[in-house]
Nanobody, 124 residues
């Protein structure tokens, strides 16, 4: 079973930047679609970004132009670069992986692998 270790969360001021990392316990990019979700208390997890097995990326409209997803295959790591952060970006961020792009995009309750989550707080 693949496992993830996330890092990079914390407190940042509005307008600032932060990079999250998600490192897998093994080589996964040839089998899994990878993504980042975020969640605030009382709300369902929200998809933020996806990178396919071929390396194609998708960013949801709410963060497009501010967030970037990337990966380092040699390091088995996926990144979420977040710029021009807003208080509304405050959430616990989770990396996720599944062999099905549909599951990763549409049905997070069935996603195969989750990171432990890292809290990002945007506040002055």
């Amino acid at each position: 079973q693949v496992q993830f270790v996330e890092s990079g969360g914390g407190l940042v001021q509005p307008g600032g930047s932060m990079r999250l990392s998600c490192t897998a316990s093994g080589s996964i990019f040839d089998m899994y679609y990878m993504g980042w979700y975020r969640q605030v208390p009382g709300k369902p997890r929200e998809l933020v970004a996806i990178v396919t097995r071929a390396g194609t990326t998708t960013i949801v409209d709410s963060v497009k132009g501010r967030f970037t997803i990337s990966r380092d295959i040699a390091k088995n790591t996926v990144y979420l670069e977040m710029d021009i952060l807003k208080p509304d970006d405050t959430a616990v961020y989770y990396c996720a992986a599944d062999r099905s792009p549909y599951t990763l995009r549409r049905t997070p309750k069935y996603v195969e692998v989750w990171g432990q989550g890292t809290l990002v707080t945007v506040s002055s």
